[in-house]
């Protein structure tokens, strides 16, 4: 069904290439078209959305169109990215979640087949439930989820394979339950999660920390731990680890382009993320979203997607997730 649907849209979407182009720019980008893999408000989005502004705002780019075409755990998106060789001004916001899905949805194409150009950022996710939730500690949580796995849903914005999937998977392992018995629920995005977690409609979720801050600052959300091996400045919640839950897990995101793209418009892509990083506006939303820069160009970008592809294969190996 995902396949299908991957090339449904590659038939069904108008080519995003435009005719003319503009091949002499110099170093300098006018315009750049953003595919996000996901619904609204989820990470991929709200990354999109962050760094296309902080860059119009510290004018290294004249225009950004950043448009959403989700399905299938972000393959339908890559499925277009990969569709629209040659095109350098597409780029594509993703990251763990979609090197999960290519694996859990059997997509016929991966990262692989991209040009990478940078990761971003990394980021730790939340466990988080909403302000009327019985669960007021982390501890309490375990302790229901563990005496009835199945009644207690978890929820979360990635498809099998992503990060808010194997979160919760590293979480039950490290508990004693077997992650084929964890009850859970995906949603296409932390933007879809919310409403769900808001409404009681799934015992917990787990969602990147940038998605939520708003609502957790507002106290509609009550965050439980954090995944990260340190506590989170300005969020007043323990990590997993010093909960007595073994588990480490940091979430990362970046951006790639569509194959057989010029190595003049990769050069100019890298680069307009190199400069990105050295922007008041862009450090501001950092610490605004609770991300750690981590910026990787190019090449190197490319080196650690290889290495992430055989990691996350051998851990849904491991969990008899694939």
Known sequence: MAIAAALVAVLLVPPLLTPGG????????????????????????ITARTATKAMEDADLLGNAEVFNLPGAGGTVGLGRTVAERGNGKLVMSMGLGVVGSVFTNKAPSSLLDTTPVAKLIEESDIVVVGKDSPYQTIGQLVDAWKADPGAVQVGGGSSPGGPDHLAPMLMAKAVGLAPKAVNYVQFDGGGELLASVLGGKVAFGVSGVGEYRDQIQAGTL????????????????????????DVKFTNWRGIVAPPGITDADRAKLVGLFERLQKTPQWQEALQRNGWTGAFAPGEQFGSFLEEENTRVATVLKELGLA
């Open 22 to 45: 503009e091949a002499d720019e110099g170093a300098q980008i006018r315009s750049l078209r953003v595919l996000v893999p996901n619904a609204p408000g989820g990470g991929y989005d």
């Open 222 to 245: 009550r965050v439980l731990a954090v995944t990260s091996a340190n506590r989170i400045p300005g969020i007043d919640a323990p990590t997993l680890s010093e909960s007595g839950v």
